[in-house]
């Protein structure tokens, strides 16, 4: 399997190809539709990380000393992105996670998805992939 | 009559509407959030600091003098603007949350107690409905609220039937921000006044829009805020009637709001300076006067027909959508339109259209009751200003078609 920084190149070169908005759109509203979605019985009110204009569901599973991360959202672009954070750390270790910066973000242009007034609990939800990584991590460690 | 010459003319005064935003040049339809300044409020800000800037109310020298003097001046044209009986009844705030807050925690002091009721509407904003529920808390009175249909007009019978002797305060909006309802709150004062029952009415989104006349309306508290009417942010008006104003508590303690200091006891000072504790937002209230001057040199009644007519050419328009559906479709209504795009959240469209350069507001708009009522996660509000156009109108709609393509 590759590693996060491979699987974050892989997407900055994928989001290389779109040559305007439109197409980088195009491309994250398909991801959103293709989502394998959270089991029902997972998409609970403890699971909602808690944003202001869309709702995302996320659960997180240990197998074999690694991370699989699922998720869902009632918004098609905010799920779409999800798609993107979870090609890139699911199934990775908890150390590999917890240390992950994640700069592809920035580089493909949706960094305005990170700003707090958007509020769309994208934040919220790499803050809890992250932390609960670094949880398992220490109490490994 | 209105014309093109109009129109071009007023734009022309409002800069940020001569930019563009990704690449795009701006559609600014969030004007119920907070309206664009024009060049003349901008300016006067930038004069308070290089000719007036000083502490008001204090000094005896000139600067100080003159600040004063602007500052009240200020205070006679924000009178004016809703024909207050006297500018002593205008107190300066922050804005109309800080209105009602000043309202509510003097009410939860001083007039209401347990086994008491007040009510609100189920379209009211956060900022009138949260400060009640802490002033009932405080004082264990019942919260009650005014059921409104599915069109977002009010049920006024049945409530105004249940009004009595319990009831102390009635704190209701005169423009729903979600929905655009105008609310008949004449008929509500009138009722309540006949019971003795005092009304607040939060006029956020009716001051910008419509005239308002606090005699005529007869409300014995109105509050508004500048930054939806061409004014800075961190202004707005509490006025009141000057017998309430007298016997409600201070809100905040502090300089300016006192009359005598000892460590036994302060005396307070006369309204309106009891409510205005410690330094003011001098340039903005000053700026805030400007926009009034502003408004007024073109003419409320103006920008009011202006935006009907928007508000009917944007209904005409936007309906021509297939699967959208409008929330809040009362006969009296402010020039907003609220609406859900059938099979999309709000949220992604209103991401797809800030790309095209068409500011509009997505979520629940602080109103979560109001879409808990609807039963939707949020809306998508244009709200329109006097110098808006229907040329935006018709790149609105032809963003909705795009974002839909997208999206579906």
């Known amino acids: ?61 240990l197998r074999e000393g690694k991370v699989y991360f699922t998720a869902d959202s009632d918004a098609v672009i905010t799920k779409g992105i999800i798609a993107l954070l979870i090609r890139v750390l699911s199934g990775h270790k908890a150390e590999e996670i917890a240390r992950a910066e994640l700069h592809f973000i920035d580089d493909i242009g949706l960094k305005e998805h990170l700003s707090p007034t958007r509020s769309n609990g994208l934040v919220s939800m790499i803050n809890y992939m992250k932390n609960y990584a670094a949880r398992y991590a220490e109490s490994n460690a | 009559m209105i014309t093109e010459e109009n129109i071009t003319h007023w734009r022309s005064q409002f800069p940020i509407l001569q930019t563009q935003v990704n690449g795009k040049p701006l559609v600014y339809f969030d004007n119920a959030a907070s309206s664009q300044k024009p060049q003349r409020v901008i300016d006067s800000i930038v004069h308070y600091y290089t000719r007036l800037n000083s502490n008001v109310h204090r000094g005896v020298h000139t600067l100080s003098q003159k600040a004063t003097d602007a500052y009240e001046e200020a205070r006679t044209a924000l009178a004016g603007f809703i024909n207050a009986p006297e500018k002593e009844c205008v107190i300066f705030t922050k804005g109309t949350t800080d209105s009602i807050n000043t309202v509510a925690s003097g009410f939860s002091q001083a007039f209401l107690k347990a086994g008491d009721e007040m009510w609100i509407s189920a379209m009211e904003h956060h900022s009138n409905i949260v400060p009640w529920q802490m002033a009932c808390e405080r004082s264990g009175a019942k919260l009650r609220i005014i059921p409104m249909d599915d069109t977002g007009t009010l049920l006024t019978e049945s409530f105004l039937n249940e009004l009595g002797a319990k009831t102390k305060l009635i704190a209701i909006t005169h423009v729903s921000n979600s929905l655009g309802t105008v609310n008949p709150v004449k008929e509500i004062i009138a009722k309540a006044h006949s019971l003795g029952i005092p009304v607040l009415v939060d006029g956020a989104q009716a001051a910008p829009h419509m005239k308002v006349d606090v005699v005529d309306l007869d409300c014995d508290f109105y509050c508004f805020s500048g930054h939806k009417m061409y004014a800075p942010t961190g202004t707005g008006v509490l006025y009141g009637k000057r017998e309430w104003l007298e016997k409600l508590p201070p809100y905040q303690g502090g300089g300016d709001m006192i009359e005598t200091v000892s460590f036994e006891h302060t005396s307070y000072n006369v309204i309106p300076f009891k409510f205005e504790a410690g330094t003011p937002n001098i340039e903005g209230v000053i700026a805030f006067s400007e926009a009034v001057k502003f ?36 006969k009296e209504k402010s020039a907003v339109v609220s609406f859900l795009l059938d099979g999309s959240h709000p949220y992604d469209v209103g991401i797809l259209l800030d790309k095209m350069g068409i500011a509009v507001r997505t979520g629940h708009h602080c109103t979560q009751p109001v879409m808990d009522f609807f039963k939707i996660p949020g809306t998508i509000r244009a709200s329109f200003a006097f110098y808006n156009t229907e040329t935006e109108i018709d790149l609105l709609a032809q963003g909705l078609e795009k974002a839909k393509r997208m999206l579906l």
């Open chain 1, 1 to 61: 399997m590759s590693s996060i920084a491979e699987l974050e190149n892989e997407i900055r070169e994928d989001f290389s190809l779109f040559e305007d908005w439109e197409e980088r759109y195009n491309y994250i509203i398909d991801l959103g539709k293709d989502l394998p979605l959270i089991e029902s019985s997972k998409k609970t009110e403890e699971r909602i990380i808690k944003g202001c204009q869309s709702r995302v569901w996320l659960n997180a599973e």
């Open chain 2, 295 to 330: 408004i007024q040199d073109i003419g409320i009644e103006t920008i009011h027909a202006r935006e009907a007519q928007l508000l009917a050419y944007a209904n005409k328009k936007l309906a021509e959508i297939e699967g959208i559906r409008f929330i809040g479709t009362a």
